[in-house]
DNA sequence: GTAATGGATCTTTTT
DNA sequence: GATCCATTAC
C-alpha cells in the first residue's frame, strides 16, 4: 500500500509481534489497520483465515471490511484475492455469539449447570427488558432463599437494578461464580478488596476538626447516627474513638453481602441458560468461559494474527478472549487512552496504558493451571512494541493543542493532577493540514442564563455561515455551511432542547442518536392536539398548541379561563379549523398524527421517527387516540429513548452527544452548556452496589436494627467512610472535552451560562482563547430575530430523495366501520390492551412458558395458541422466533415496510409466518393476508436460498387457521403506491 | 485572616 | 450525593 506516512507505515510492515498503537485523533488509524492487514494476508504462509480484526461498532466492522476489499479487487495477485474470501473481520459481539453458539455444552459443563442454550437463544438488547428480567429471577430466589442472608436480601430486593449493574460489571472482568466459589477476580479475593489498602486510605483521611459530638470524618453524620448506635458505637460522649470507626469500615463484614450476590448470580446465569436469553454481557462472559475451559472450541476458534481496533473501549474479558485466540504472539491493538469515554459500559482505559502489566497478569492467571504443553495462551508474550500514530490530518494545531490541554483541566477546585505523569502517558502529534493557516480559532463565550445559551448557539452557527472559509482536503477554502457544523452535548437532554430552539428560529438541524423523541416540540405538539381533539372538555390541552403558535400567556388565559367573562377571548380560528379537519381523521390515526405536522410544515428526522413508533405501535388490533395518547406519556414519563436516524442529505447542522460524536469530524464544532456540575459531571457514583478491585464488593446500603425490633434499610456508614478515602475519578470527563475539541478541524465555539464549569474556566481565563461577549452580535452577522423573519420558516425542502420508513399497518385499509369500533371489530370488544396481552403471553408461550390458571381464564384464546404451537412443534422444526421484527424494501418505491412477525417457524424445506389474530369477525382478512404476505417476502429475504414461504393467520377467537401463500410483492408495492399518493405532502402539491 | 457551616444547585453516556 | 460559594464564627 502506498501513501503511508513514516508512522503509519512501521506499523504497516512490523506484522510480527506484539504491538500497542498510540493512535490519536485524526491520524488515519484505519487506513494504518487496513494496511497492516494486507500485508499479513500478502504473507505466503497466512491463510485468510488466520487473521482476525475485531471491532466494536458494526459500522467499524463493515467499513473496515469495505477498505479492506475496494483497496484489494484487482489490485492484487489472485491467491491473495482468493485469501479474502475468508476474511474473519467481526465485532466483539458477534464474535462471542457465535463462539456460545458453537459450544453451548461446554458452558454448562463448565458451570456445572444442567441446562443448555440451544441454537434458538436470543439476544435481548434493551437493557430495561433485562432488568425487568433480572427483577423476576432474583425476586423468585428471594421468596425462598431470603432467610440465608437477611439483611442483604432486604437491601437486594429494593435494589434489584444496582445488583444487575454491578453484576454485569463482575461478568466483563471474567469474575463468575461457580457453584461453589469464585472464578476469576483471584478466585474472588477481588470482591474482597485489598484491605489492608483500604485500611491505610481510611486511616489517612484528614484529621478531624469538626466540632463535636460526632467526632467522624463523615460529612452529614447525623445521617448515620442510628446505624453507628446499633454498630455499638458510643456517641454519648463527645468523644467517638474515630480510629477505631476507621478500621471498622475498612473490615466491615462483608461475607453475606458476598454470599448473596454469589448466589443470586449463578441463580441469574443458570435461568438465563435454560431460557435461551442472552444479553451483551453473558455472552461476551460466556464465551470467555468456553475459550478457558473447552480446548477443541478454542483451536477450531483461533488465529495466528489478531487485530483489536478501539482499544481503549475493551474490558479485561475481551483481552482475555484476544490472548486465547491467538496461537501465536502476532497481536495488534489499535486505540487512544484519551477517547476513552465508555466506562459506564465497564470498558477500561488501563487495557491500553498498562497493557504490559495487564497482559502479564492475564496470561499468567490463563496459564497457572496448566503444564507448559497444554497452555491456553501457549506463546510468550516476548518483546511488546509501542508505536505511535504522530500525524494528524484532521485539524489544525490550535485545536489539538487545546485539545490535549483538556486532560489537564481539573475538575473541581481542589483537584490536583499530577502534570508529570500526564506528561509520560501522553502522545504528542502534530497537524499536518498546514493550508488550514490561520483560518482556525478556539472562542470562549459565556451567557447570563441557560435560556439564553440556545440562543447564543444558534447565534454562532450562523455567524460561522455567514462569515467563515472552510479549508478542503486540496487546500482550497469555501464558504461555510450549516452542514459543516456540529453541536456536541454534554447531555441528550441539551441536544433536544436545542434542537427544538432550531426548529422555532429555522436553523436547520438534525438530531442523531437515541433520543426522547416524545420529549420534543414534535411529541408535544402531537401530544397536545391528541388530547385537543379527542376531549371536548380537556381545555387545557390546547394550552402548549396556543402557546407554540406565539399567543401570549395572557391572551391564552382569557381564551381557556379568563378571570371574568368580559375578559374572554375566542379560541383563534386557525386552531379550531384545524380541530375540526382532525377529527375526521380520528380514526385513521396514522394519517391524523401525519396531518398534525402537516399543520406546521414538519417534516424531518424527528416527525419520521415519531410516526414509525406511533404506527408500528398498533399491531393488529385498532388503535385509538387515547390509547396513542397513554403511550406517549407512558414514553415520556419513563424516559424512553428512540432511534433518530437523521441522513445528512441536506444542509443542516448536526446535534449530537459528545459521546456518539466519537469517530466523526467536522469544521466546526460548538460545545455548549459547559456549566458547573453539567460538564464536567460531578454527579457521584450513587450505585447502591459498587465493585472496585481496590476497595472490593461494597453496599451502599445497610439494615439497621433498632433496639425495639424495628428495622430500616439506611446508608451504609462503612462503605460512605471508604469512599471518602477513594474520591472519584473524573479522568473520563476531561477525555470527554477532548473527544468533543478534537472532532473540529478548523473552528470550536465553546459555550457555559451563568454558572461556567472549570472546563470553561479555563479556556476564558487561563488560555490565550478570545471570549466574545454574550447576547453580542458577531460583526456584519443579522440579529436573530430578524433572520426569525427573514428566512423562510421552515427551511426543509422536499424529502423526495429520503428513503421513508412504514409501518406495515399503514398500507392496511380498516375502512370506515371502525367508527362502531370497540362494539364490533375491535378485538373481542375489548380494547387493545385485552389483544396485547394475548400477544404478549402468546410470545411467552413460544419461547415455553406455561400460562397460569388465572391467565387461561382470563384469555381463552390461549387454549388455541397452545393448540397452535403444539402443532408446530410436533412437526419439528429448526427454529420458533417469536416476535421478530422484519423489513421490507418496496420495488420501485422509495420505502421500507417495518413490522413485526408474531411467529417466525423455520423448517428444513419451508418457511412459516403465523400472526395471531382475536378478531371476532373475518372482515379484515384481506388487510391481514396483505400484512402476512409483507411478513413472507421479509422473511424470504433473511435466507439467501429464498426457501417457500407459507402465511397462517391464527384466528384465535374463531378457532380457525388460514393458510395461503403469499401475494405477489407486486400487490404490496401497489397498495404502498396508493397509499403514499394519498398521504404524502408532496404527492398533493 | 482561617475554618466551619448552611444553602443552592446540579443530577449521563448506550455497542 | 457532591460541589461550590456566601455567610458566619472566632
Given at each position: 500500500m502506498t501513501g503511508l506516512n513514516p508512522s503509519q507505515q512501521a506499523i504497516a510492515d512490523r506484522t510480527e509481534g506484539i504491538i500497542v498503537v498510540d493512535a490519536g485523533p485524526g491520524t488515519?488509524?484505519?487506513?494504518?489497520?487496513?494496511?497492516?492487514?494486507?500485508?499479513?494476508?500478502?504473507?505466503?504462509?497466512?491463510?485468510?483465515?488466520?487473521?482476525?480484526?475485531?471491532?466494536?461498532?458494526?459500522?467499524?466492522?463493515?467499513?473496515?471490511?469495505?477498505?479492506?476489499?475496494?483497496?484489494?479487487?484487482?489490485?492484487?495477485?489472485p491467491d491473495v484475492e482468493d485469501k479474502l474470501k475468508s476474511i474473519r473481520v467481526s465485532t466483539f459481539d458477534a464474535f462471542c455469539l457465535a463462539t456460545v453458539l458453537d459450544s453451548p455444552q461446554s458452558l454448562s459443563d463448565f458451570l456445572g449447570i444442567r441446562e443448555t442454550l440451544t441454537h434458538g437463544a436470543r439476544t435481548v438488547e434493551k437493557d430495561s427488558l433485562n432488568k425487568i428480567y433480572f427483577r423476576q429471577v432474583l425476586d423468585r430466589f428471594l421468596t425462598g432463599h431470603a432467610a440465608e442472608y437477611p439483611d442483604a436480601a432486604a437491601v437486594a430486593s429494593e435494589h434489584a437494578d444496582a445488583l444487575y449493574q454491578v453484576i454485569a460489571k463482575l461478568m466483563s472482568r471474567g469474575i463468575v461464580p461457580l457453584r461453589r466459589g469464585w472464578f476469576g477476580g483471584h478466585d474472588g479475593r477481588d470482591l474482597i478488596g485489598?484491605?489492608?489498602?483500604?485500611?491505610?486510605?481510611?486511616?489517612?483521611?484528614?484529621?478531624?476538626?469538626?466540632?463535636?459530638?460526632?467526632?467522624?470524618?463523615?460529612?452529614?453524620?447525623?445521617?448515620?447516627?442510628?446505624?453507628?448506635?446499633?454498630?455499638?458505637?458510643?456517641?454519648?460522649?463527645?468523644?467517638?474513638?474515630?480510629?477505631?470507626?476507621?478500621?471498622?469500615?475498612?473490615?466491615?463484614?462483608?461475607?453475606?453481602?458476598?454470599?448473596?450476590?454469589?448466589?443470586?448470580?449463578?441463580?441469574?446465569?443458570?435461568?438465563?441458560?435454560?431460557?435461551?436469553?442472552?444479553?451483551?454481557?453473558?455472552?461476551?462472559?460466556?464465551?470467555?468461559?468456553?475459550?478457558?475451559?473447552?480446548?477443541?472450541?478454542?483451536?477450531?476458534?483461533?488465529?495466528?494474527?489478531?487485530?483489536?481496533?478501539?482499544?481503549?473501549?475493551?474490558?479485561?474479558?475481551?483481552?482475555?478472549?484476544?490472548?486465547?485466540?491467538l496461537t501465536e504472539p502476532n497481536l495488534c491493538v489499535v486505540g487512544d487512552w484519551k477517547q476513552g469515554i465508555y466506562s459506564f459500559r465497564n470498558a477500561t482505559v488501563e487495557n491500553i496504558l498498562y497493557f504490559r502489566e495487564r497482559t502479564a497478569a492475564l496470561r499468567k492467571f490463563l496459564n497457572e493451571d496448566r503444564p507448559a504443553d497444554r497452555r491456553r495462551v501457549p506463546y510468550a508474550l516476548g518483546e511488546i512494541t509501542e508505536l505511535p500514530l504522530v500525524e494528524n490530518y484532521r485539524s489544525s494545531q490550535l485545536i489539538i493543542d487545546a485539545a490535549y490541554a483538556a486532560l489537564y483541566i481539573p475538575t473541581r477546585s481542589d483537584e490536583e493532577l499530577d502534570r508529570a505523569t500526564l506528561d509520560g502517558l501522553v502522545t504528542r502529534i502534530t497537524s499536518a493540514r498546514p493550508a488550514i493557516g490561520t483560518a482556525t480559532a478556539l472562542e470562549c463565550v459565556s451567557c447570563p442564563d441557560s435560556d439564553s445559551e440556545l440562543d447564543e448557539v444558534l447565534r454562532t452557527v450562523i455567524g460561522y455561515v455567514q462569515h467563515n472559509q472552510i479549508c478542503e482536503p486540496d487546500g482550497t477554502f469555501r464558504p461555510a455551511r450549516f452542514a459543516d457544523i456540529a453541536v456536541l452535548c454534554r447531555k441528550t437532554a441539551t441536544c433536544r432542547a436545542l434542537y427544538d430552539r432550531c426548529g422555532t428560529c429555522g436553523v436547520p438541524a438534525f438530531l442523531q442518536g437515541d433520543m426522547e423523541i416524545m420529549r420534543t416540540r414534535e411529541g408535544k405538539l402531537v401530544l397536545a392536539w391528541l388530547k385537543y381533539v379527542n376531549n371536548d372538555f380537556d381545555r387545557w390541552g390546547i394550552v402548549p398548541i396556543l402557546?407554540?403558535?406565539?399567543?401570549?400567556?395572557?391572551?391564552?388565559?382569557?381564551?381557556?379561563?379568563?378571570?371574568?367573562?368580559?375578559?374572554?377571548?375566542?379560541?383563534?380560528?386557525?386552531?379550531?379549523?384545524?380541530?375540526?379537519?382532525?377529527?375526521?381523521?380520528?380514526?385513521?390515526?396514522?394519517?391524523?398524527?401525519?396531518?398534525?405536522?402537516?399543520?406546521?410544515?414538519?417534516?424531518?428526522?424527528?416527525?419520521?421517527?415519531?410516526?414509525?413508533?406511533?404506527?408500528?405501535?398498533?399491531?393488529?388490533?385498532?388503535?385509538?387516540?387515547?390509547?396513542?395518547?397513554?403511550?406517549?406519556?407512558?414514553?415520556?414519563?419513563?424516559?424512553?429513548?428512540?432511534?433518530?436516524?437523521?441522513?445528512?442529505?441536506?444542509?443542516?447542522?448536526?446535534?449530537q452527544t459528545v459521546h456518539s460524536s466519537k469517530g466523526l469530524e467536522y469544521p466546526i464544532v460548538i460545545i455548549p452548556a459547559l456549566d458547573r456540575g453539567s460538564f464536567p459531571n460531578t454527579r457521584g457514583d450513587t450505585d447502591v452496589y459498587q465493585f472496585q478491585p481496590v476497595t472490593g464488593l461494597r453496599c451502599r446500603r445497610a439494615v439497621v436494627h433498632f433496639a425495639g425490633r424495628e428495622q430500616s434499610v439506611q446508608p451504609s456508614w462503612q462503605t460512605a467512610l471508604v469512599n471518602l478515602a477513594f474520591p472519584p475519578d473524573r479522568s473520563e470527563e476531561r477525555r470527554l472535552l477532548f473527544v468533543g475539541i478534537s472532532r473540529a478541524k478548523q473552528y470550536v465555539t465553546l459555550i457555559a451560562g451563568s454558572k461556567p464549569s472549570t472546563f470553561f474556566k479555563y479556556y476564558a481565563e487561563e488560555g490565550s482563547y478570545p471570549v466574545r461577549k454574550a447576547g453580542t452580535v458577531p460583526p456584519h452577522c443579522p440579529r436573530l430575530s430578524e433572520l426569525n423573519q427573514t428566512t423562510p420558516v421552515p427551511v426543509v425542502p422536499a424529502f423526495a430523495s429520503r428513503r421513508r420508513s412504514l409501518g406495515v399497518h399503514d398500507i392496511l385499509r380498516f375502512g370506515d366501520e371502525q367508527e362502531n369500533a370497540g362494539s364490533g371489530d375491535e378485538v373481542c370488544g375489548k380494547g387493545m390492551e385485552y389483544g396485547t396481552q394475548i400477544h404478549l403471553l402468546a410470545q411467552k408461550m413460544a419461547e415455553g412458558y406455561e400460562p397460569t390458571d388465572r391467565e387461561k381464564t382470563d384469555y381463552p384464546q390461549l387454549t388455541r395458541v397452545a393448540a397452535v404451537l403444539a402443532d408446530i412443534n410436533a412437526r419439528h422444526p429448526d427454529l420458533i422466533c417469536p416476535e421478530i421484527e422484519c423489513s421490507l424494501p418496496v420495488d420501485g418505491q422509495n420505502v421500507t415496510l417495518r413490522g413485526i412477525i408474531d411467529l417466525l417457524v423455520v423448517f428444513p424445506d419451508h418457511v412459516e409466518i403465523h400472526d395471531w389474530k382475536t378478531d371476532v369477525e373475518d372482515r379484515f382478512a384481506s388487510e391481514y393476508r396483505l400484512q402476512l404476505s409483507v411478513y413472507a417476502h421479509a422473511a424470504a429475504g433473511f435466507y439467501p436460498n429464498h426457501p417457500p414461504v407459507t402465511c397462517h393467520l391464527q384466528w384465535l377467537t374463531r378457532e380457525t387457521t388460514e393458510t395461503f401463500t403469499p401475494l405477489p410483492p407486486a400487490a404490496i408495492a401497489e397498495r404502498t403506491g396508493e397509499i403514499l399518493a394519498a398521504t404524502d405532502p408532496a404527492g398533493r402539491a
Open positions: 488515519g488509524k484505519t487506513y494504518t489497520v487496513v494496511g497492516r492487514y494486507l500485508n499479513i494476508v500478502k504473507k505466503r504462509d497466512v491463510k485468510g483465515r488466520d487473521v482476525v480484526l475485531l471491532t466494536f461498532t458494526n459500522n467499524a466492522a463493515r467499513e473496515m471490511e469495505d477498505r479492506i476489499r475496494s483497496q484489494t479487487v484487482g489490485k492484487v495477485p485489598d484491605l489492608p489498602a483500604v485500611r491505610e486510605a481510611v486511616s489517612e483521611l484528614p484529621s478531624v476538626k469538626k466540632k463535636d459530638p460526632l467526632q467522624c470524618p463523615l460529612p452529614n453524620p447525623e445521617q448515620y447516627r442510628d446505624s453507628l448506635l446499633a454498630a455499638g458505637f458510643d456517641l454519648s460522649g463527645t468523644d467517638l474513638f474515630p480510629n477505631s470507626l476507621r478500621t471498622a469500615a475498612a473490615d466491615e463484614d462483608r461475607t453475606p453481602l458476598l454470599a448473596l450476590v454469589h448466589d443470586v448470580y449463578f441463580e441469574f446465569i443458570r435461568r438465563s441458560i435454560a431460557d435461551d436469553r442472552l444479553t451483551f454481557g453473558l455472552t461476551a462472559c460466556f464465551a470467555f468461559l468456553i475459550l478457558y475451559s473447552d480446548d477443541t472450541a478454542r483451536r477450531r476458534l483461533s488465529c495466528r494474527y489478531l487485530m483489536i481496533d478501539e482499544f481503549q473501549d475493551t474490558n479485561a474479558n475481551q483481552l482475555m478472549i484476544g490472548l486465547m485466540l402557546a407554540d403558535l406565539g399567543y401570549p400567556a395572557a391572551d391564552i388565559r382569557n381564551m381557556i379561563a379568563p378571570p371574568d367573562e368580559s375578559r374572554r377571548l375566542p379560541i383563534p380560528d386557525e386552531v379550531t379549523r384545524q380541530r375540526k379537519a382532525l377529527r375526521q381523521k380520528r380514526r385513521r390515526i396514522t394519517d391524523l398524527v401525519s396531518s398534525i405536522f402537516a399543520f406546521y410544515g414538519l417534516n424531518n428526522d424527528v416527525t419520521q421517527a415519531i410516526n414509525t413508533v406511533l404506527s408500528s405501535s398498533h399491531r393488529n388490533s385498532l388503535l385509538t387516540i387515547s390509547d396513542l395518547i397513554n403511550l406517549i406519556e407512558n414514553d415520556i414519563a419513563t424516559d424512553t429513548r428512540y432511534t433518530v436516524d437523521g441522513l445528512p442529505d441536506r444542509d443542516a447542522i448536526t446535534i
